[in-house]
């Protein structure tokens, strides 16, 4: 049982909201959800990570369904450097490890 | 800013080599990471060390060894490197659970191929 699923690949137009799925319907009630995102040839970032309520910062929303199983990431205006494969995670807030699944490959579109 | 730094983006060694990535970071955090990145598959979790001279095994533990002799230093070791560790490495750190977000900080990433 994979614990994040993701769309392998989605396109956005530049300017549009993009909105990436991960469902993540074993998780725990202690896990918190995380995304990143690795732009080509460099490291992955941090993103974003939440537990139960919705999360915005600079940067994305989360959006999180009532019953956890499911999350949306959005980025409001989608620019042409948002291009990049974005990763949707799960830990526990005691645990040290992040496991990652295969990610979404976002192309921003002109 | 966090600064994790690997030693070398690009390596190529021969099968049977003996390569050692190594990764510093300079934020005086606890964990430390090891990944691997290959197409399809995502980054999968090799190695870890939560202190010095502590390691537990990620998912993917087999033919490599880590070594954690001071806080800022985790190395990657491939014994006998094989063809099949072809492949992007990427370390990573972060605190302790329960001091911040568990956000983990990347390097760049370590290109190795194994001719």
């Known amino acids: 049982d994979a614990k994040t699923t993701q769309p392998p690949s989605m396109d956005c137009a530049e300017g549009r909201a993009a909105n990436l799925p991960c469902n993540h319907s074993?998780?725990?009630?202690?896990?918190?959800v995380y995304w990143y995102r690795q732009i080509h040839s460099q490291g992955p970032q941090y993103i974003i990570h939440g537990l139960k309520n919705n999360e915005t910062n600079e940067m994305a929303s989360l959006i999180i369904t009532e019953d956890r199983k499911s999350s949306t990431l959005i980025l409001p205006h989608a620019t042409l450097r948002d291009t990049a494969v974005y990763y949707c995670?799960?830990?526990?807030?005691?645990?040290?490890?992040?496991?990652f699944g295969s990610g979404t490959q976002l192309t921003v579109l002109p | 800013d966090v600064k994790v730094t690997q030693s070398s983006r690009y390596l190529v060694k021969r099968t049977g080599e003996k390569v050692f990535l190594e990764c510093v970071q300079d934020m005086d955090h606890e964990n430390m990471f090891w990944y691997r990145q290959d197409p399809g598959l995502g980054l999968r979790l090799i190695y870890f060390?939560?202190?010095?001279?502590?390691?537990e095994k990620g998912d993917i533990p087999e033919g490599y060894s880590v070594s954690r002799e001071k806080k800022e230093r985790f190395s990657l070791i491939l014994e006998s490197a094989s063809t099949n560790q072809t492949s992007m490495y990427l370390c990573a750190s972060s605190l302790r659970p329960g001091l911040n977000t568990g956000e983990l900080f990347f390097g760049e990433g370590s290109r190795l191929t194994v001719l």
């Open positions: 995670s799960r830990k526990s807030g005691s645990a040290r490890q992040l496991t």
């Open positions: 074993t998780i725990s009630g202690n896990e918190y």
């Open positions: 060390s939560y202190d010095v001279k502590m390691k």
